[in-house]
Every structure is written in C-alpha cells, then in structure tokens.
C-alpha cells in the first residue's frame, strides 16, 4: 500500500524565517515523490518532482530514502507562499496512481 | 506547459438528476486520466482510474454504477453523478498523465445537490 502522511496540518511563519514542510511516505519500490500547491481558488499546481532535483521559486526537496521523507523546504518565506502543500506519491510506471498527503495550510505573516 | 481542461466549473442540479462533468487534455494525449474528490479543508481522494478504451478502475468503497467514468479517447474522460444526492455535494478534480510532466489537474468542478 501507498501512503503520505504530511503531521502539520497548519503551520505558520513570519516573512523572511525559514520553513519546512514535512512528508513521510512509506511505498514498496521506488516512488516518485510530488509536491503540489494550491494557492486560493486556483488549481492544484506542480511544484517540483524529486527526479528532476530542481528549486522552484525557492522550495527544494531532499528524498531522503532511509527515513522515506521528502520534506519541502525554503530558507527565506515570503507572504505569496501562503497557500495549501500537498505532498504525493506515486509508483514509477506509467498510469500509476498518484496518493496525496492531507496536506499543509502554510501562511507567511508579514 | 501541459493543459487539462476541465468543464463546468460549477454546477447546481436538483436532488436525484444526473451531471456529467468533462475533463479535457488540450495539448496531449491523455493515456491515463483520474478523478478525485476534495471535501472542504480536505485533501484529494482518488476516486478512479480510467484509462483509454478500458473500463475504470475504482477505489474501494466508490459506487462505480453511481460514478460513471467514460474514457472514450486519449483526450476526454467524462464523469457522471447518476441520481444525484445531497451527499454528493463536493469538488470533483480531473487528472490527466500522459505529457511527460507527471500529473497535471483540470480547476475542478463544484458540484452542488439541492
């Protein structure tokens, strides 16, 4: 079975403080690990992927395989980051089903 | 980038009336589409897979003659909520893999029983 856990339902910084968001995920073989995000009333958008090791507007992601995490994280928050994160997983062939996190509520206060 | 359309955006039927919402892959072709549905302040719950030309796959405890998923090309997939209940009510989500980007999701569709 495929599962994310994302602990912090909500989790609030103030602008310029590094955040972490976390994810834990348990798969058996390799997964593929996703962060999404969506911002107010807008649809869920591709962060970044761990296999393609980009930053995206300044969020990385480290899939650390010995604690299955794919934590996301930024050094310096800013207020447009407030949105909801969604962690996800899914297997590595194609069609696989894609499992979500229950996902985390960030605000940046100003 | 990769573009899923997803049709309507909102729709309000009477209790026991059918709605069927449309999910569109504009710029590639979809080998595999799946919906979910998000609760307010909840995450997506995958409801099926379909993928085209097959019959779908539904997850546990989703009443497959109630969601009807049609995928009859590799560019649309439709879903249908036959006799539609209250308990209906929610956002239902498209997902379409298949462009070489992983996953990219329609803006979802509110559905509103009365």
């Known amino acids: 079975a495929q599962r994310v856990t994302q602990p912090e339902k909500l989790l609030s910084v103030f602008k310029g403080a590094p955040v972490e968001l976390k994810c834990n995920y348990s798969?058996?073989?390799?997964?593929?690990l996703f962060w999404y995000v969506q911002y107010s009333r807008q649809r869920l958008q591709l962060l970044l992927r761990?296999?393609s090791r980009e930053s995206i507007k300044g969020f990385t992601a480290d899939l650390n395989k010995g604690e299955t995490s794919f934590h996301l994280k930024k050094p310096f928050a800013q207020e447009e980051d407030s949105a909801m994160y969604y962690c996800?997983?899914?297997?590595?062939?194609?069609?696989?089903?894609?499992?979500f996190g229950e996902g985390t509520q960030l605000t940046v206060n100003p | 980038g990769a573009v899923v359309s997803q049709h309507p955006s909102r729709v309000i039927c009477k209790s026991g009336t059918s709605v069927k919402i449309e999910c569109r892959s504009l710029?590639?072709?979809?080998?595999?589409m799946f919906w979910y549905r998000q609760f307010p302040k909840q995450s997506l719950m995958l409801m099926a897979t379909s993928n085209e030309g097959s019959k779908a796959t539904y997850e546990q405890g989703v009443e497959k003659d109630k969601f009807l998923i049609n995928h009859a090309s590799l560019t649309l997939s439709t879903l249908t909520v036959t006799s539609a209940h209250p308990e209906d009510s929610s956002f239902y989500i498209c997902?379409?893999?298949?462009?070489?980007?992983?996953?990219?999701f329609g803006s979802g569709t509110r559905l509103t029983v009365v």
């Open positions: 710029d590639f072709q979809a080998t595999t």
């Open positions: 761990h296999i």
């Open positions: 997902s379409a893999s298949g462009s070489g980007d992983g996953y990219t």
């Open positions: 798969y058996s073989g390799s997964p593929e």
């Open positions: 996800a997983l899914s297997g590595r062939f194609s069609g696989s089903r894609l499992t």
